[in-house]
């Protein structure tokens, strides 16, 4: 059963190889102190809210062709817990890759036997959808009653995607319906675009809504003007500042602490130059609203997953063992229904 958005809000507010290649079974009981099999230190329990797996001979998105070396291959629950070994990941909810729409269902079935199968970490699944294009209905009514599905994203931050597209009558009307059904949609736009994330939410209050990415800001135009590259910014820092600050107003709306480490600089960099993107974040969206992604394996254009997690946790060790232990795991379970 899914979780509403007014259960998830009064809540907030009081407080693949194929299914034999991910043979190993995922942990019954979550535990709670698990060692790092690096570092031999005390781990919180990570629930990944944003886990890409493709297997380029069942479903091959379009864009992959285009991309990077590293990215052009599949990656599957194998590799999937080969790169989160030792992190204490006891879940992981699956973020749709952009399939072509003509393989939508077939990803979404693929991921249902994932799920239904408990073979695999992961539980539950964010499918692909297009809901400005006629038909979109009749799709997504089809999983209205599957546990494993919980929401839809479209990527909207591609060249062809034209600014205010989520803005749209019919995108707008497919997205109500997701909040009709007791399903969450996820917000992936230019950063730039950011205040259009904001009219789609205030147009949408019965849905709730997950900013990927932490409105994927570009941890280079952070930095120090001195360490910049001589390309142009790719954003207006302080814009992103002021839309993210807006969107964190609306109590239906959490952001997903993700896909950032994916653009940071090439070499030995440190957490610190993450600090300003993911410490805003938490700031305006408070310890209640904030929740854990790993983006693998798209983050491996900038670093393991381990690094990520890494990078991460030293950013936030500050913060008290509580909002790590919600920004780790126990949002995602409220927000997603996992328990």
Same mark, same amino acid.
């Given at each position: 059963?899914?979780?509403?958005?007014?259960?998830?809000?009064?809540?907030?507010?009081?407080?693949?190889?194929? =299914?034999?290649?991910?043979?190993?079974?995922?942990?019954?009981?979550?535990?709670?102190?698990?060692?790092?099999?690096?570092?031999?230190?005390?781990?919180?329990?990570?629930?990944?809210?944003? +886990?890409? =797996?493709? *297997?380029? +001979?069942?479903?091959?998105?379009?864009?992959? *062709?285009?991309?990077? @070396?590293?990215?052009? $291959?599949?990656?599957?629950?194998? *590799?999937?817990?080969?790169?989160?070994?030792?992190?204490?990941?006891?879940?992981?909810?699956?973020?749709?890759? @952009?399939?072509? !729409?003509?393989? +939508?269902?077939?990803?979404?079935?693929?991921?249902?036997?994932?799920?239904?199968?408990?073979?695999? !970490?992961?539980?539950?699944?964010?499918? &692909?959808? $297009?809901?400005?294009?006629?038909?979109?209905?009749?799709?997504?009514?089809?999983?209205?009653?599957?546990?494993?599905?919980?929401?839809?994203?479209?990527?909207?931050?591609?060249?062809?995607?034209?600014?205010?597209?989520?803005? #749209? @009558?019919?995108?707008?009307? &497919?997205?109500?319906?997701?909040?009709?059904?007791?399903?969450?949609?996820?917000?992936?736009?230019?950063?730039?675009?950011?205040?259009?994330?904001?009219?789609?939410?205030?147009?949408?209050?019965?849905?709730?809504?997950?900013?990927?990415?932490?409105?994927?800001?570009?941890?280079?135009?952070?930095?120090?003007?001195?360490?910049?590259?001589?390309?142009?910014?790719?954003?207006? !820092?302080? +814009?992103? $500042? $002021? @839309?993210?600050?807006? =969107?964190?107003?609306? &109590?239906?709306?959490?952001?997903?602490?993700?896909?950032?480490?994916?653009?940071?600089?090439?070499?030995? /960099?440190? &957490?610190?130059?993450?600090?300003?993107?993911?410490? %805003?974040?938490?700031?305006?969206?408070?310890?209640?609203?904030?929740?854990?992604?790993?983006? /693998?394996?798209?983050?491996?254009?900038?670093?393991?997953?381990?690094?990520?997690?890494?990078?991460?946790?030293?950013?936030? %060790?500050?913060?008290?063992?509580?909002? #790590?232990?919600?920004?780790?795991?126990?949002?995602?379970?409220?927000?997603?229904?996992?328990?």
């Amino acid at each position: 059963m899914q979780v509403t958005r007014r259960r998830f809000v009064m809540d907030s507010l009081a407080a693949s190889a194929a =299914l034999a290649a991910g043979a190993r079974m995922a942990p019954a009981a979550e535990p709670q102190g698990k060692r790092d099999e690096a570092t031999s230190a005390p781990t919180l329990p990570i629930i990944d809210t944003h +886990q890409h =797996l493709w *297997d380029v +001979q069942r479903i091959k998105p379009p864009w992959l *062709d285009g991309s990077p @070396d590293i990215l052009r $291959r599949s990656y599957v629950t194998s *590799d999937y817990l080969e790169a989160t070994r030792g992190l204490n990941v006891v879940k992981a909810v699956y973020m749709e890759i @952009d399939a072509a !729409p003509q393989q +939508q269902v077939e990803e979404a079935e693929y991921l249902i036997e994932i799920c239904r199968s408990g073979k695999h !970490p992961t539980v539950a699944a964010v499918i &692909s959808g $297009r809901p400005a294009l006629p038909g979109f209905r009749e799709y997504i009514l089809r999983y209205r009653d599957n546990k494993y599905i919980k929401g839809v994203r479209q990527v909207l931050h591609g060249a062809t995607t034209p600014a205010g597209y989520c803005l #749209q @009558d019919p995108f707008v009307a &497919s997205i109500r319906l997701l909040g009709e059904i007791g399903m969450s949609y996820d917000i992936c736009l230019r950063p730039g675009e950011l205040a259009d994330g904001v009219k789609l939410v205030d147009k949408c209050p019965g849905t709730r809504f997950i900013v990927d990415h932490c409105g994927n800001a570009d941890v280079n135009v952070f930095l120090p003007a001195s360490q910049r590259s001589a390309e142009p910014p790719s954003h207006d !820092p302080e +814009q992103w $500042r $002021r @839309d993210m600050s807006e =969107l964190a107003k609306r &109590s239906h709306v959490i952001c997903k602490i993700s896909g950032i480490v994916a653009r940071a600089p090439q070499g030995n /960099w440190k &957490s610190e130059i993450l600090a300003p993107v993911i410490n %805003h974040c938490l700031d305006v969206f408070g310890p209640d609203r904030v929740v854990f992604g790993g983006d /693998w394996p798209v983050c491996l254009r900038g670093a393991t997953y381990r690094r990520w997690v890494e990078a991460l946790r030293e950013v936030v %060790h500050n913060r008290s063992e509580e909002q #790590q232990r919600k920004l780790f795991h126990d949002n995602a379970s409220k927000f997603y229904g996992l328990g």
